[in-house]
């Protein structure tokens, strides 16, 4: 029943291998090149410069040089595409120069530096540049005519290139080879690199920029100074390349024969544009012509000096086209795509008209947001009429710019087009939400649609955050609660279903009868507990199915998505059906978690066709149900999945539905920088009932079309824990440790991150006593009906008080809404003092416990066990680990005695023996780890085949070839590898195994055979093994405090002063002993190895020295 929100982020390349659609908001990486295409206009759109970051891939990605990244004042637009490994790219040598003559020269390439070197980053800059050189060797960009421009990045490096359009591109990737080579040269590079053929016109200026510190702002910067014909200066290191081959590409002159004037007139001259950096000259060598000539075509006295880029002149005699832009006969503007070095000075140059008439014509133009913020990509009119579709983006989901879009014919306002699922809000850039960030219309100043403020994402449909379709009051305000009827299976917090409060509850959920795989309804596991269930008066009996467990786990989740479809949802029903009535139950509800969803690890993705399956269903399962039987769902409070069910068709057939307002955060949130705004980390302490998110999603489900008053919006009696990253910070901007949960677990629920109702009045109660938690609590009651609990100084618990429950009760009854729903009524407290529960309520008297009793250890104790009464074995337990400790402390003494000196060797030990066990865990024949990979061979560069690893014996002796390995089941590995190996997943990096060459047969045509494996499992360069000692050399110096709090413990249960029971005490005590009985055992071990591996070597020492002795003695 908990809502469980998932860690988003995935690499496309997991999203392709699990079927899913792409989804730039939750995938780290963009689309990889060879999806998209070489086309920018066909990549993935971001408008965050540090969304590139989260991507462990190399990619490929370009934007206006002209609108700095760095600009607070501006908005962002860049396109990225992940690039593939070089070793995947078969790169044509085009030998073909599109028609244009080339002249061969010799030139000195300027390689230029800034900064301290840096070892480390070198294979960053190369691997960045080499997708720069692979594109430009691509058949589409060699014709290009214009300047090239791109950036890419690869982990913190950042590598721009600009190309004149005078350069001819294979050379240019000729140039960046040589620059990829000085890399790969040096262990270190400095923290900006260049290299820059650089005259005074900017179509002949060749250069590669590198800033190995990730500052894409430096980057662009560079290549803007190249786009204006200027040199980069100020540089603290120069080395030259002389006589570099660099081929020219000869320019001609156009006419009106070559180039489409907008309005041709008789006698057109033939002309060229100016680039920047270019004086007559220089126009002169281009034309062919004299500087005489040419200012005979072009008379005026100050033509000379009023030169500017994209500006025509003449080469011969007669007058330039009139190059104004007129509007189509449709009525639609001339439209202009803008691209990566334009502003509008040199656009209107180009077009002969002024940077004031492209704003004038562009008012209502979508996306305009003045000649200050022209983002690459961006449609714009040159001329009067209607304005154009925007263009398409790859990654937009809503709004004008989905592609495939048309053109409205029927009057339709653009923003109206393709909305949102659920008629969530749609923002500028395409993308879906429900929280302001998506929903607050904020215009620019020119009131262009389609545009936001700096800062902003606006909003241009379905926008607001209010909750509404909450009009008319519900007929009765339900009061539904959640029973776990494993609530049993706890060592503590138990409760029986005569224990729920019928004269609050209007409805009991039991949570959850099976579901079998032919469909019957199963309730055998707690049979006791149904029975009693069944017999409850005066409250709404409702039989639930489902949950996150039965949901998401491998056995269990195909018997929903399954038991929907029309071969199966009528039996399905009937048998439903036929169990409520059968039982006199008072209704059914369904938990099914999620229909569609595809981002659930370890199953496969759902189908769109989940979700009206499920409406289907549900509605069969009403006609089988007699009326006064009711039917309900429960519904998450995300819109990613939210989205999935048809929920307002769903509304229309069931009674109410379970809302699921809880869980808005949890440990799970660390690292998606998707879930909390303001948190790029998504590890700041947010509370998982917070106020202001649970009013987003009802407005979000109300808005979708649901009535508030069939909603039953849900309290939850737990709370959700975290270790602060640092004590007193609290707040919301304050962090949490991560990956794994290091808050503490509660004794009942047992479970990290997780702490009931009940376990947290424990602690509050027993703050400030020398108790089993030690604790000083912090209670923080928040402006948005939410508690803070903070205890043990860095334990950090969001909640609901009691008086916080009862603000947001009358909170939802005046919104309308149909009720509250708790989950779950066995976490309040603990109905039967710490006893075991199935169903059989009777309980006896505990007998006096003999206190002469001890035992050794905790092992010794459960021999004896079944002598004493539960009651006395847990108190027994308390005083066994005073023992332990005591033990566990004299071993640590006499281990750490020259342990020291032998960690060394056993980290050597540990390393050498990495190579072979990732060699053993990968064999083809007998390892695990080939299972967990998709193989693909590549023979001569073709014959490419792709299939589950490991490949045929036969296939693998075989010739030459390139095999290449693709991780698809990561957990699947590493947890594999740690448990039958013990390596740990940082030891491990993937690279390429190349097999000696060797010759089969040695007569004349002898064939050399080679074999290159990639992506193999490999030794990581840096390995931190872990040295156990460092646990206790913290934990010694509070060792004798736990001892001394073990013992006061131990005394109190026997005088029966102490304020809990005595299994609380003893599972929480016994963690830290059996932390230190661990290390210290770990120690033994470690220092045991080290002594083996040090004797090995002073062996090999001596033999050495012997070797050497007899080798100079005669």
């Known amino acids: 029943m908990r809502l469980t929100s998932l860690v988003f982020g995935t690499s496309f390349a997991a999203i392709i291998r699990q079927g899913s659609a792409f989804s730039s908001t939750l995938s780290r990486c963009p689309l990889p090149c060879s999806v998209s295409g070489p086309e920018p206009s066909n990549w993935t759109y971001y408008h965050d410069i540090n969304a590139l970051q989260d991507c462990n891939e190399p990619t490929l990605f370009d934007l206006n040089i002209y609108n700095p990244v760095q600009n607070q004042n501006a908005h962002v637009a860049l396109r990225a595409c992940v690039a593939a490994p070089s070793s995947d790219t078969t790169v044509r ?22 900064g301290k070197t840096d070892a480390g980053v070198s294979t960053q800059v190369a691997s960045a540049a080499e997708q720069l050189r692979s594109a430009l060797q691509q058949d589409e960009a060699n014709c290009e ?8 990045q690869s982990g913190n490096a950042v590598v721009g290139m600009y190309v004149g359009s005078e350069i001819e591109k294979l050379s240019a990737a000729d140039i960046i080879q040589k620059f990829i080579d000085y890399g790969n040269a040096r262990s270190g590079l400095p923290d900006r690199l260049a290299a820059q053929l650089c005259g005074n016109i900017g179509s002949q200026i060749f250069g590669v920029f590198a800033d190995t510190t990730g500052n894409v702002s430096a980057v662009q910067e560079a290549l803007r100074s190249w786009n204006e014909a200027k040199c980069l200066a100020g540089f603290d290191g120069e080395q030259v390349w002389p006589n570099t081959a660099v081929a020219m590409i000869l320019p001609s002159p156009m006419s009106s024969a070559t180039k489409r004037s907008l309005d041709p007139r008789g006698n057109t001259c033939s002309y060229i544009q100016v680039n920047a950096g270019d004086g007559c000259s220089s126009l002169a060598q281009r034309c062919r012509i004299s500087q005489a000539d040419l200012q005979k075509y072009n008379p005026g006295l100050n033509f000379c000096n009023t030169l500017k880029p994209g500006q025509y002149v003449c080469c011969s005699s007669g007058s330039l086209p009139d190059f104004s832009p007129k509007k189509n006969a449709d009525g639609s503007c001339f439209s202009y795509t803008v691209k990566t070095g334009d502003v509008c000075a040199n656009i209107a140059t180009a077009h002969n008209m002024t940077p004031n008439q492209i704003e004038a014509y562009n008012n209502h133009t979508w996306g305009w947001q003045g000649c200050d913020h022209l983002m690459v990509g961006q449609v714009i009119c040159l001329s009067e009429g209607d304005p154009p579709m925007p263009a398409p983006i790859q990654n937009a989901v809503c709004g004008p710019q989905v592609p495939g879009t048309k053109k409205p014919t ?25 929280t302001p960030d998506f929903c607050t219309p904020d215009p620019a100043s020119t009131g262009a649609p389609g545009t936001a403020k700096p800062g902003s994402n606006g909003c241009i449909s379905n926008c607001g955050t209010n909750i509404t379709n909450n009009n008319a ?20 917090l138990h409760m029986a279903p005569s224990d729920v409060d019928t004269s609050t509850y209007t409805h009991v959920h039991y949570a959850f009868a099976n579901i079998t795989s ?21 409250i709404k009996r409702i039989l639930s199915f489902g949950g996150w467990s039965f949901s998401t786990s491998a056995d269990s989740y195909p018997i929903f998505r399954n038991g929907v479809t029309e071969a199966q949802r009528s039996q399905f029903a009937k048998n439903v059906a036929k169990f409520i009535v059968d039982n006199n139950l008072d209704g059914v509800d369904f938990d099914w978690e999620y229909p569609g969803a595809t981002d659930i690890p370890g199953i496969p993705p759902g189908s769109p066709s989940d979700g009206p399956n499920y409406l289907a269903f549900l509605k069969e399962v009403r006609a089988a149900l007699p009326s006064g039987k009711s039917v309900s769902i429960a519904a998450p409070a995300s819109y990613w999945y ?4 048809p929920i307002k068709e769903i509304s229309d057939v069931v009674d109410y539905i379970i809302y699921m307002t809880y869980d808005l955060h949890g440990q799970w949130d660390y690292g998606n920088k998707n879930v909390d705004p303001g948190c790029p980390k998504g590890n700041c302490l947010r509370s998982h009932v917070n106020m202001t998110e649970t009013q987003y999603a009802l407005a979000m489900i109300t808005k979708a079309g649901v009535p508030a008053s069939k909603v039953i919006v849900g309290q939850a009696w737990y709370g959700r824990s975290f270790q602060m990253s640092q004590a007193g910070c609290w707040g919301p901007n304050c962090t949490f440790t991560g990956p794994d949960s290091g808050a503490w677990p509660g004794p009942c629920t047992q479970t990290p991150g997780y702490l009931s109702f009940y376990e947290i009045q424990e602690i509050i109660s027993q703050a400030n006593e020398p108790d089993l938690y030690n604790t000083t609590v912090q209670q923080e009651q928040l402006s948005d009906m939410s508690d803070i609990l903070i205890y043990d100084s860095t334990q950090w618990v969001s909640y609901l008080s009691l008086n916080s429950y009862g603000q947001r009760l009358g909170w939802y009854a005046s919104h309308n809404f149909g009720g509250t729903v708790d989950w779950a009524l066995d976490l309040l407290a603990d109905y039967s003092g710490g006893k075991a529960f199935d169903g059989d309520e009777s309980q006896g008297e505990d007998a006096p416990c003999d206190f002469s009793v001890t035992f050794n250890t905790l092992a010794d104790l459960a021999k004896a066990s079944s002598k ?12 066994t680990l005073s023992n332990e400790l005591s033990t566990a402390m004299a071993n640590y003494s006499a281990v750490n005695n020259g342990y020291d000196d032998l960690f060394g060797y056993y980290v050597d030990y540990v390393k050498s023996m990495i190579p072979g066990a990732l060699d053993s865990f990968m064999d083809y024949k007998n390892g695990k780890g080939n299972q967990y990979f998709n193989c693909t061979l590549n023979v001569d560069g073709r014959n490419t085949t792709t299939q589950k690893c490991p490949l045929p014996e036969k296939t693998l002796a075989s010739g030459s070839y390139e095999l290449y390995f693709d991780l698809v089941d990561p957990n699947g590995f590493y947890n594999a590898l740690e448990q039958d190996y013990g390596i740990d997943k940082s030891w491990v990096k993937f690279g390429t195994k190349d097999f000696e060459n060797s010759c089969v047969g040695q007569q004349h045509g002898c064939i050399i055979i080679r074999r290159i494996w990639n992506g193999y499992p490999q030794e990581a360069d840096n390995i931190n093994v872990p040295n156990p000692k460092d646990l206790l050399t913290k934990a010694v110096p509070s060792m004798q405090s ?33 932390m230190v009985q661990q290390a210290v055992d770990s120690m033994a071990q470690v220092k045991q190895i080290g002594k083996t591996e040090e004797e090995q070597k002073k062996k090999e020492l001596i033999l050495d020295i012997v070797t050497a002795v007899v080798a100079v003695v005669p």
């Open 518 to 538: 032919d469909y019957q309804v199963d309730v055998s596991k707690y049979q006791n507990v149904f029975k009693e269930f069944v017999n409850l008066k005066g």
């Open 1042 to 1074: 736990l001892q001394d709090k073990i013992d006061a413990t131990w005394m109190d249960l026997m005088l029966a002063e102490w304020n809990g029971t005595a299994l609380d005490a003893a599972q929480v005590l016994a963690l830290p002993v059996a």
């Open 145 to 152: 005519e214009s300047s090239s421009i791109l950036f890419a």
């Open 473 to 492: 009051q519900p007929k009765n305000f339900f009061r539904v609660g959640y029973f776990e009827a494993f609530n049993g299976d706890r060592p503590c």
């Open 93 to 114: 040598r085009a030998t073909s120069t599109c028609g244009h003559k080339t002249s061969q020269t010799q030139a000195d390439i300027q390689l230029i530096w800034w």
């Open 642 to 645: 939210l989205k999935g069910f």
């Open 410 to 434: 029927n009057g339709t306002v653009l923003a109206d087009l393709n909305p949102c699922p659920l008629n969530a809000c749609c923002d500028i850039w395409g993308q879906c939400g429900i």
């Open 868 to 879: 004493y009464s539960p009651y006395c074995s847990q108190i027994y337990a308390v005083q």
